[in-house]
């Protein structure tokens, strides 16, 4: 099973240094801390950086989102650049996108999980006879199994029955979906969000490989706000 690492240190305190030279101030999204080492190594960079400029203006997110779901919080984040909101304002709009950003997945082989720990191996060799496919959410920054389906067309259905359950204002959202190297799949979720909740608007991609590697090919996704805040 390929293995993932967070970005190189040095990498992240060469990138911030060069904003604190720019006398720029910046707001640093982090992948979740419940999944990553990221922000910890964020929140280090930013002590040692504030020693030596201590001017510069700093902001570190844990947005305890991840792949998409962090994705479309950014895209909300740089919406915001438009408004002339202030760092602090800035930050504590995007805290409350990053809160209420769901994440609802399936994955389409469950070995995947099992090598990372998710599910038992044993678990897995039976859903995969069984054609079980799990639901899953992330819930504060963690991966949650939310309940096991017989078959995908059905897992399907009951991921809009959540995002009707927990959704707000589906229609007027930005929705984002990624997919394990199945963009047809990810095309057919979007027609049925669009005839049952009405949306125009969304972000389709690829799933990266920090979390394509742990989830396999044929992972969807669908991230959106249960919560709108202005």
Same mark, same amino acid.
């Given at each position: 099973?390929?293995?993932?690492?967070?970005?190189?240190?040095?990498?992240?305190?060469?990138?911030?240094?060069?904003?604190?030279?720019?006398?720029?101030?910046?707001?640093?999204?982090?992948?979740?801390?419940?999944?990553?080492?990221?922000?910890?190594?964020?929140?280090?960079?930013?002590?040692?950086?504030?020693?030596?400029?201590?001017?510069?203006?700093?902001?570190?997110?844990? &947005?305890?989102?991840? /792949?998409? @779901?962090?994705?479309?919080? !950014?895209?909300?984040?740089?919406?915001?650049?438009? %408004?002339?909101?202030?760092?602090?304002?800035?930050?504590?709009?995007?805290?409350?996108?990053?809160?209420?950003?769901?994440?609802?997945?399936?994955?389409?082989?469950?070995?995947?999980?099992?090598?990372?720990?998710?599910?038992?191996?044993?678990?897995?060799?039976?859903?995969?006879?069984?054609?079980?496919?799990?639901?899953?959410?992330?819930?504060?920054?963690?991966?949650?199994?939310?309940?096991?389906?017989?078959?995908?067309?059905?897992?399907?259905?009951?991921?809009?029955?959540?995002?009707?359950?927990?959704?707000?204002?589906?229609?007027?959202? &930005?929705?984002?979906? /990624?997919? @394990?190297?199945?963009?047809? !799949?990810?095309?057919?979720?979007?027609?049925?969000? %669009?005839?049952?909740?009405?949306?125009?608007?969304?972000?389709?991609?690829?799933?990266?490989?920090?979390?394509?590697?742990?989830?396999?090919?044929?992972?969807?996704?669908?991230?959106?706000?249960?919560?709108?805040?202005?």
């Amino acid at each position: 099973m390929p293995k993932t690492s967070q970005a190189a240190p040095t990498t992240m305190y060469e990138v911030f240094e060069n904003i604190a030279k720019s006398g720029d101030s910046c707001i640093y999204l982090a992948f979740s801390s419940e999944l990553s080492g990221t922000y910890q190594t964020a929140m280090m960079i930013r002590e040692e950086l504030l020693e030596k400029y201590p001017d510069f203006q700093l902001e570190i997110i844990d &947005t305890k989102c991840a /792949s998409l @779901g962090q994705g479309v919080v !950014t895209y909300y984040a740089a919406q915001l650049l438009q %408004q002339n909101l202030s760092l602090v304002e800035m930050t504590e709009k995007i805290k409350q996108y990053a809160l209420h950003m769901e994440h609802i997945f399936t994955v389409d082989d469950l070995d995947f999980l099992a090598q990372g720990g998710r599910v038992s191996k044993a678990s897995a060799f039976v859903g995969g006879l069984l054609n079980i496919k799990p639901l899953l959410h992330v819930e504060d920054g963690k991966l949650i199994p939310i309940e096991k389906i017989r078959g995908r067309k059905k897992v399907f259905k009951r991921m809009l029955d959540v995002m009707e359950e927990r959704g707000k204002n589906l229609s007027s959202q &930005t929705i984002g979906i /990624s997919h @394990g190297d199945d963009l047809e !799949t990810a095309l057919q979720l979007k027609e049925m969000i %669009q005839e049952r909740f009405g949306t125009k608007h969304f972000i389709i991609n690829i799933i990266g490989a920090a979390i394509g590697s742990h989830s396999g090919p044929g992972t969807i996704a669908v991230f959106f706000l249960n919560e709108i805040t202005e």
